[in-house]
C-alpha cells in the first residue's frame, strides 16, 4: 500500500510540473521512466487517482451550446477562451495554451497507456487474474472514452458516408509521447472506441467498486452513446437495454427537496444518494458554467410544466432569471457520465426512430413518472412516430441540461432538417449566430499542437 502511494503521489508531481505554468500536457511531454509501476495493484492504483481526470467531460461544449446565457456585464469576469466560446470565434483560444477539453484528454490516455503496457509484461497467477483483468479492462475503458471525446469536440460529426475521408484525432496507443502521431480518419477512430470498449466489457465485472471505477454497466452505456453519435440507432438501442438490464433504478423526484440550491447529496461516499450514477464523472473547470450569472435560457425554462419537478429541482431564481444549481456531487460542478436517466431517453428515441410507437412512450414514461409531480401526472401518448421522436427529443433536452451532451446532440441533430437550430447571442448590441453544419462545431486543434506535431488544423 505504501509504495502504490508513493508512485502515485510522483505521478501526480510529474501531472502537475508538466501542466503548470500554462503549458499543455503534449507541449512538455511527461517522461515515464521516472516512474515504473511494477505490479498489479500499482497500476490500479495508477487507475484510480482522480487527480488524473479519466473520468471528466470537456467544458468548453457547455460554453458553446444553447442552455445557458449571460450578460455583457457579466462577461468580463471570464477568460478570454470562455469569451470567444461563448460566440463561436474563429480564433476561439486567443493566445490561451492550457486547452484542458484536448490537455486533459490525452492526459488521461497517456496514463492508461502506462498502465497497459505495464500490465502486459506481468503473467499473473490464478489468484491475481481478476484485479489484472479489472485494471487492464479500466485502462481500455479510459483510453476508449477519452479519444471519443476527442473525436466529438475536435473532428467533424460522424457521418458513415464520409467517415473514411473525414480527418479524425491522433490515436496514441502507445506511452511514448515523443513520436508524432498523424490524425488518421474519423472512421477509424469511431472503430478504435468501438473495439477498446468491446474489449473492455469481457475483464470488467458487471459493476464498478466505486463510482469512478467502471463496469459492465458502463461500457454498455458509454457504447449506447458513441452509436447514438454515429447515428446506429438498432446498436443504440440494444447498448442502452444492457446497460439497463444491469442498472436501471430512477430516483423519485418527488422525494428530492424543491427548495434547496442543493438538491442532490454527494454521492461519492455513499452511492445510495444518487442511484442513476453509472459513471461519474464532472467537467472540465470553466466559471462560466458554474457562475449564478449564467441563466439558463428563458424561453426554454419556460418549456417545463408547472408540474414538472424538474424546474424547481433544476433550477433556482436570481435577478428575475434562473441559474441552473448544478449536478450529481452535492455542489455545482456539471456531471458529465452516463446515468440511467440517457439510458432510457437512448432507448426511446431508438424506439421511436423504429416506428415503434408504444414501446417508445412507454420507456419514455418510465422516466417522466419520476419527473412529475405524482398527484397530477398523466403518462405522454404520441400520434405517430415523428411526434413520439419529437416529445422523445424535447424530454431529452430538458432532462439532460448540463450534463456535457447538448453540444453532441447539436452536432447530431442539426444534420436533420427537421431538428436543426440556429443559435444565437446577443453580445454587444450585435446579434451573432451559428447556423446548422457551420465549421465552428467542430473546435480547433491548440496552436501548441499544431506547432509541435504540423498535423492538420480544422477549419473554421
Request: net charge neutral.
Amino acid at each position: 500500500m505504501m509504495r502504490s502511494k508513493i508512485i502515485i503521489a510522483i505521478l501526480t508531481i510529474i501531472i502537475l510540473t508538466s501542466l503548470g505554468c500554462g503549458k499543455g500536457f503534449l507541449e512538455v511531454k511527461p517522461d515515464k521512466a521516472q516512474v515504473v509501476p511494477e505490479r498489479i495493484e500499482d497500476f490500479q492504483a495508477l487507475l484510480d487517482n482522480t487527480n488524473i481526470a479519466f473520468t471528466a467531460s470537456g467544458g468548453l461544449a457547455g460554453i458553446a451550446s444553447d442552455e445557458y446565457f449571460r450578460f455583457d456585464s457579466d462577461m468580463p469576469v471570464l477568460l478570454g477562451v470562455e469569451n470567444n466560446t461563448y460566440t463561436w470565434e474563429k480564433d476561439m483560444y486567443a493566445g490561451w495554451r492550457d486547452i484542458w477539453d484536448w490537455n486533459q484528454r490525452y492526459e488521461s490516455i497517456f496514463y492508461a497507456n502506462i498502465a497497459l503496457e505495464g500490465l502486459e509484461k506481468i503473467r499473473p497467477a490464478a489468484e491475481q487474474q481478476l484485479a489484472w483483468n479489472i485494471a487492464k479492462g479500466t485502462a481500455m475503458f479510459y483510453r476508449a472514452i477519452n479519444v471519443y471525446q476527442l473525436a466529438e469536440y475536435f473532428c467533424q460529426p460522424y457521418d458513415k458516408a464520409t467517415a473514411s475521408s473525414m480527418p479524425g484525432v491522433p490515436l496514441r496507443t502507445s506511452a511514448d509521447v515523443n513520436g508524432i502521431v498523424q490524425r488518421g480518419t474519423l472512421d477509424r477512430v469511431y472503430e478504435f472506441v468501438i473495439r477498446e470498449l468491446a474489449a473492455a466489457e469481457t475483464l470488467l465485472p458487471d459493476r464498478g467498486l466505486n463510482l469512478y471505477r467502471p463496469g459492465r454497466a458502463a461500457v454498455f452505456a458509454m457504447l449506447s452513446r458513441v452509436c447514438l453519435s454515429m447515428q446506429d440507432y438498432a446498436n443504440a438501442e440494444k447498448y442502452a437495454e444492457a446497460c439497463l438490464r444491469l442498472q436501471r433504478t430512477l430516483i423519485d423526484y418527488n422525494t428530492v427537496d424543491r427548495v434547496t440550491e442543493q438538491p442532490f447529496e454527494s454521492p461519492l461516499t455513499d452511492p445510495s444518494r444518487n442511484p442513476e450514477i453509472i459513471l461519474f464523472g464532472t467537467a472540465s473547470g470553466f466559471s462560466f458554467n458554474v457562475d449564478r450569472d449564467t441563466y439558463v435560457d428563458t424561453a426554454f425554462y419556460n418549456t417545463y410544466a408547472d408540474n414538472d419537478l424538474r424546474k424547481s429541482i433544476f433550477f433556482h431564481p436570481r435577478k428575475g432569471y434562473h441559474f441552473f444549481k448544478g449536478g450529481y456531487d452535492g455542489g455545482r460542478s456539471r456531471h458529465g457520465g452516463p446515468c440511467t436517466d440517457e439510458m432510457y431517453l437512448i432507448k426511446a428515441e431508438c424506439l421511436a426512430r423504429a416506428g415503434n410507437v408504444a414501446a417508445a412512450m412507454d420507456t419514455l414514461n418510465v422516466l417522466l413518472v419520476k419527473r412529475y409531480d405524482k398527484s397530477s401526472f398523466v403518462p405522454q401518448t404520441a400520434t405517430d412516430a415523428e411526434d413520439a421522436l419529437r416529445k422523445v427529443l424535447t424530454e431529452r433536452k430538458k432532462e439532460l441540461i448540463g450534463r456535457c451532451i447538448r453540444w453532441l446532440d447539436l452536432r447530431r441533430l442539426n444534420r436533420d432538417p427537421r431538428f436543426a437550430v440556429t443559435l444565437q447571442r446577443l453580445r454587444n448590441g450585435k446579434l451573432v449566430t451559428l447556423s446548422p453544419g457551420d465549421q465552428r462545431y467542430t473546435f480547433p486543434i491548440p496552436e501548441q499542437e499544431t506547432e509541435n506535431s504540423g498535423i492538420e488544423q480544422n477549419p473554421r
